[in-house]
Antibody, heavy 117, light 108 residues
Framework: EVHLVESGGGLVQPGGSLRLSCAAS????????MNWIRQAPGKGLQWVSY????????YYADSVKGRFTISRDNDRYTLYLQMNSLRTEDSAVYYC??????????WGQGTLVTVSS | EIVLTQSPVTLSLSPGERAILSCRAS??????LAWYQQKFGQAPRLLIY???KRATGIPARFSGSGSGTDFTLTISTLEPEDFAVYYC??????????FGPGTKINVK
């Protein structure tokens, strides 16, 4: 069965950095695109970033462009999100999700990021 | 960016009743629309993709329809586990992928 397990969330001050990880298992990670999607407390879903299986194509939401960096290690079956210059509005549960033809067919349980002084 | 709106915001129904949820796109997305279910404290789960195709393991009481700008998710007979928030998502024009604000089905 597909499993996605996020880690790396926590409390960070505005302007700080965090690196999220998503460990994948149960499927061939090397052939799927992957995404990060976030959800602020009590709010809806916001797509954050996308990376193809071969790492050649990357997209970001405008709100994080220039501050967040998506990457992956296909040997370790792991997806990453480096988050710099964090703002209070970046506080959210961050989910990694497997991409399948533009839809998100498997999701991790999420990791909470809180940006606060 | 394609904006998705969902109605109603909240739906109050009883188990056994039919639920009809609406999603409208600011411009045509063809049939490139999905529906997700999110229960409290859980990650979203893909229900419907391609406007009308059920994802793996999704019960037949869930059905999707529509194309262009207007879409519907129907739950034919609500089970107790169906009370949750439902989101639509488009991949017709991306990036960005966008989600609707959600419809919450609660117990009447």
């Amino acid at each position: 069965e597909v499993h996605l397990v996020e880690s790396g969330g926590g409390l960070v001050q505005p302007g700080g950095s965090l690196r999220l990880s998503c460990a994948a298992s149960g499927f061939n990670f090397r052939v799927f695109s992957m995404n990060w999607i976030r959800q602020a407390p009590g709010k809806g879903l916001q797509w954050v970033s996308y990376m193809t299986s071969d790492e050649r194509t990357i997209y970001y939401a405008d709100s994080v462009k220039g501050r967040f960096t998506i990457s992956r290690d296909n040997d370790r079956y792991t997806l990453y999100l480096q988050m710099n210059s964090l703002r209070t509005e970046d506080s959210a549960v961050y989910y990694c999700a497997r991409g399948n033809d533009g839809y998100f067919d498997w999701w991790g349980q999420g990791t909470l990021v809180t940006v606060s002084s | 960016e394609i904006v998705l709106t969902q109605s109603p915001v909240t739906l109050s129904l009883s188990p056994g009743e039919r639920a009809i949820l609406s999603c409208r796109a600011s411009q045509s997305v063809g049939s490139s629309l999905a529906w997700y279910q999110q229960k409290f404290g859980q990650a979203p789960r893909l229900l419907i993709y391609g406007a009308s195709k059920r994802a793996t393991g999704i019960p037949a009481r869930f059905s999707g329809s529509g194309s262009g700008t207007d879409f519907t998710l129907t739950i034919s007979t609500l089970e107790p586990e169906d009370f949750a928030v439902y989101y639509c998502q488009q991949r017709g024009t991306w990036p960005p992928f966008t989600f609707g604000p959600g419809t919450k089905i609660n117990v009447k």
